[in-house]
T-cell receptor, first 117, second 113 residues
C-alpha cells in the first residue's frame, strides 16, 4: 500500500525566514505522481504543484521551490522569505491507479505552518 | 476555472438522522471523491467514483454510501448519522489518470449531536 509521511506536524517561523516542509513517500509503482496542496484558513485546498516520477529536476516558482529525490523517496517543499500569507496547512500527496485508468490520491497528514511578524 | 461546489458549508444533524451531502462539479471530470478531514489524521478517502453509477470504497467507507446518477453530481449519504461522523467533509473531482490534480470544494463542516 502507498504511504505518505509528513513528520512535521507544526512549524512556526518568523516572517522572512526560509522554511522547508518534508514529505517522504512509499510506493511500489514505477510510474507515479506527487502533489503539494495548500489549505489556507478559509479551508479550501489549493493545488500547488505536480511532479512525475521520471522528472527529478527541481522546480522553482517565485518564493516556492520543490526538491524531488527518488533515491530517498522524498519530495520536499521550501518557502523562501516566508510571509504571513503563507500560513496554512500544507499537504503532500501521491497518486496511484486503482481500477483501469481511475486513480486516487493518498495524502500525508499535513504540516501546519505558522508565519508570524 | 474548475468549480466544485458543495451544498452546505455548515450542517448540524441529530444522531440517527439520514444526511445527504451534495457535490457538483462543472468541468466534465470523470473522477469524483469524498474525503473526511480530522485534526491530526489528514484527508481520508471515503468513496470515489470514476464514472456515472460506478463507485469504489476508499479507506474508511463504513457508515457511508454514495450515489452518482449524473456525471457532474456525487452525493455522500450517512444512513444513520452518529457523533463520530462529526467532521469536515471535502468533495473533489479530477480528470481520469494519475497525472491529474484534484480540485476541491469548500467543504461541509458536519456536526452530529
Amino acid at each position: 500500500a502507498q504511504k505518505v509521511t509528513q513528520a512535521q506536524t507544526e512549524i512556526s517561523v518568523v516572517e522572512k525566514e526560509d522554511v522547508t516542509l518534508d514529505c517522504v513517500y512509499e510506493t511500489r509503482d514505477t510510474t507515479y505522481y506527487l502533489f503539494w496542496y495548500k489549505q489556507p484558513p478559509s479551508g479550501e485546498l489549493v493545488f500547488l504543484i505536480r511532479r512525475n516520477s521520471f522528472d527529478e529536476q527541481n522546480e522553482i516558482s517565485g518564493r516556492y521551490s520543490w526538491n524531488f529525490q527518488k533515491s530517498t523517496s522524498s519530495f520536499n517543499f521550501t518557502i523562501t522569505a516566508s510571509q504571513v500569507v503563507d500560513s496554512a496547512v500544507y499537504f503532500c500527496a501521491l497518486s496511484e491507479f486503482v481500477a483501469g485508468t481511475a486513480s486516487k490520491l493518498t495524502f500525508g497528514t499535513g504540516t501546519r505552518l505558522q508565519v508570524t511578524l | 476555472d474548475v468549480k466544485v461546489t458543495q451544498s452546505s458549508r455548515y450542517l448540524v444533524k441529530r444522531t440517527g438522522e439520514k444526511v445527504f451531502l451534495e457535490c457538483v462539479q462543472d468541468m466534465d471530470h470523470e473522477n469524483m471523491f469524498w474525503y473526511r478531514q480530522d485534526p491530526g489524521l489528514g484527508l481520508r478517502l471515503i468513496y470515489f467514483s470514476y464514472d456515472v453509477k460506478m463507485k469504489e470504497k476508499g479507506d474508511i467507507p463504513e457508515g457511508y454510501s454514495v450515489s452518482r446518477e449524473k456525471k457532474e453530481r456525487f452525493s455522500l449519504i450517512l444512513e444513520s448519522a452518529s457523533t463520530n461522523q462529526t467532521s469536515m467533509y471535502l468533495c473533489a473531482s479530477s480528470l481520469r489518470g494519475i497525472a491529474y490534480e484534484q480540485y476541491f470544494g469548500p467543504g461541509t463542516r458536519l456536526t452530529v449531536t
